[in-house]
């Protein structure tokens, strides 16, 4: 079982910036992309950006270049490195790894931390 704790949300006004951290830990071996979705009150979850091992990254068209997702493999760590933050980036944000394993994909989500964007 992969365990995913996230840390690092909280209350930021328009245009600040925050950083989310999410480390991995338990039977951790063959994660291979690991990420951020974010759901909003009243939406759907939704991508924000995954990253694998060698570092290639994915983002949604509406955090492009304003987010920043990154990996530290050796402590099985993604960081979201959030600057010029708008109200619509406001919601609860959620930590998300995949494994490759012999009896199919296992996903493993974190608990969730609240970013607010609000003045």
């Known amino acids: 079982q992969v365990h995913l704790v996230e840390s690092g949300g909280g209350l930021v006004q328009p245009g600040g910036s925050l950083r989310l951290s999410c480390a991995a830990s338990g039977t951790t071996r063959y994660i291979y992309v690991m990420g951020w979705y974010r759901q909003a009150p009243g939406k759907q979850r939704e991508l924000v950006a995954t990253i694998i091992q060698s570092g290639s990254a994915n983002y949604a068209e509406g955090v492009k270049g304003r987010f920043t997702i990154s990996r530290d493999n050796a402590k099985e760590t993604v960081y979201l490195q959030m600057s010029r933050l708008k109200p619509e980036d406001t919601g609860v944000y959620y930590c998300?790894?995949?494994?490759?394993?012999?009896?199919?994909?296992?996903?493993?989500w974190g608990q969730g931390t609240q970013v607010t964007v609000s003045s």
């Open positions: 998300y790894a995949a494994q490759s394993m012999l009896d199919g994909e296992h996903e493993h």
